[in-house]
């Protein structure tokens, strides 16, 4: 499902950062190959721009993830630059959420009352769970591997 608009600020360029497969050219390992593609975006950025970032240093450790992103995005955010990241690093979310600063805006997946999916994205603060489980065990007891 996409949205149906979207709505922001005028920017100067927008770019983005996505997990992608190995490399399959063998030559960077997924960390060293997101740290490669971070550094040619970050030299391609001026204040002003906006970046979406979607489970960047995913690649790594909870711990490590976290503490690489934080300094990414707060040197980006000092810097003028807008970022968007969507991230299971419960750490850095958490983190940065504690600042209470108040241009940040942490958004989580809506749940009606009894639990089903609306597919909405709502203000919400960062939470230590994807509440993934049941579309685990939807997924493997309909195969028949749970």
């Known amino acids: 499902m996409t949205a149906d608009s979207f ?5 100067a360029g927008v770019f983005t950062h996505y997990r992608r497969e190995e490399d399959s050219t063998l030559e960077h390992g997924k960390f060293d190959d997101e740290l490669v593609r971070m550094s040619d975006l970050v030299n391609r950025l001026r204040p002003g721009a906006m970046v979406l970032l979607d489970e960047s240093f995913a690649s790594t450790n909870e711990r ?14 000092a810097a003028g630059i807008r970022v968007c990241y969507v991230t299971h690093l419960y ?14 805006l942490f958004l989580g997946a809506q749940r009606d009352p009894d639990g089903r999916r609306s597919f909405r994205l709502v203000p919400a603060e960062p939470e230590s769970t994807s509440y993934a489980g049941d579309l685990f065990h939807r997924v493997f007891a309909d195969s028949g591997t749970a």
């Open 7 to 11: 709505r922001a600020s005028p920017s």
């Open 64 to 77: 490590e993830g976290s503490q690489i992103a934080r300094d990414i995005v707060d040197s980006l955010v």
């Open 91 to 104: 750490t850095l979310s958490h983190g940065l959420a504690r600042l209470g600063a108040p241009d940040h």
